[in-house]
């Protein structure tokens, strides 16, 4: 059996209602077209990265280097006016480098705690998986809690609070492999690939990118952010579509080559990715083709695959599920 589509005929006028002024919806759409202007021929990557984001998720890219993993990052914190750090991962890098450490002030007597990078709003962690488990268990929690713990204190982390982490798969010599457990607080997974002919010969022909992400204006702005957050909560989710992805859940347990199946937070995060990329596409409602074009990248990595299965067998388990 293979999977149907549906359309939206049905759906209520309310649904069918927009969930953002003219004003937010046009800002956001052009939001989209800057990065593309930046992350040139990776639209559909462009807009997975919105929707992690606008999902109160994060992102993980695994790719070669020079592919543009930075580029995104730096063009979408530019774009959304947020702010934006970067740390590099090394094997020698210490969860107080990434959180932060209390360092003592003898003028006060007393302990003065000093912010680490993980302070912003948009935080590249490049190469995640060369620091050592310590390190990227301290991240992966401020992750999961929106919040650090230092010397018993809790100190909340801002409001978007985005982790773009990258791996390369290949050069995977001295690496920490994430374990599946740390895998499944990223929202998405996704590769950029080699851009095609003409965006390359775009790319090679036209200015740095760096120096064009640094004359990039700001489009929207933190508040602006988090009322299309408050959007994506209000995007309507059909009963069918639950009974679909439920249905996506339940096949994935039982599939051959499949030795653990999705869980049901894996459920929620492919909910919460749908209604946001409805939104991108201009919807008030959620309809199959968005769960089947995030698919992929919401379950490849939570899935743990026997040692013969095939390379796709995400998408098997989409193709195995019918639409009804």
């Given amino acids: 059996m293979t999977a149907g589509k549906i359309t939206a005929a049905g759906t209520t006028a309310v649904h069918n209602a927009t969930i953002l002024t003219d004003a937010l919806r046009l800002a956001l759409e052009q939001a989209q077209a800057q990065v593309n202007a930046l992350v040139l021929g990776k639209a559909q990557a462009v807009r997975l990265a919105f929707v992690a984001l606008l999902s109160d998720g994060h992102l993980l890219i695994e790719d070669l280097p020079g ?18 750090q970067r740390v590099q991962f090394t094997s020698d890098l ?14 006060s007597r ?22 050592p488990p310590r390190t990227q268990s301290a991240l992966l929690e401020a992750m999961a809690e929106h919040q650090v713990t230092v010397d018993g204190r809790t100190h909340p982390l801002p409001d978007p609070f985005f982790v773009i982490a990258t791996q390369n798969p290949v050069d995977l010599s001295g690496t920490y492999p994430l374990p599946d457990s740390q895998l499944d607080r ?13 965006a390359e ?35 309507y989710v059909g009963e069918s579509l639950i009974h679909y992805v439920q249905a996506l859940l339940a096949r994935s347990r039982k599939h051959p080559g499949v030795r653990v199946g999705l869980s049901p937070r894996a459920g929620l995060a492919l909910l919460r990715a749908a209604r946001a990329y409805a939104l991108l596409l201009g919807r008030a409602h959620v309809v199959p083709e968005d769960v089947q074009a995030l698919f992929a990248a919401v379950a ?12 796709d067998i995400a998408k098997s388990i989409l193709y195995a599920v019918a639409v009804d």
């Fill in 94 to 107: 210490l969860p107080a480098d990434v959180v932060g450490v209390s360092v003592f002030d003898p003028q």
């Fill in 110 to 131: 007393q302990f003065q705690f000093h912010p680490g990078p993980v302070f912003t709003q948009v935080l590249l962690a490049d190469e995640i998986n060369r620091a």
């Fill in 201 to 235: 010969r775009d790319l090679l022909a036209g200015a740095d990118r760096r120096n064009l992400i640094a004359q990039t204006r700001p489009i929207l702005n933190t508040d602006d952010v988090l009322a299309i957050r408050r959007a994506v909560d209000a995007v």
């Fill in 300 to 311: 490849s990595h939570r899935l743990v695959a026997e040692a013969d299965a095939a390379p």
């Fill in 67 to 84: 592919l543009g993993k930075t580029t995104l990052a730096h063009a979408l914190a530019a774009t959304l006016g947020l702010e934006f």
């Fill in 186 to 198: 990223f929202l998405l997974r996704l590769q950029l690939g080699y851009p095609d002919e003409a």
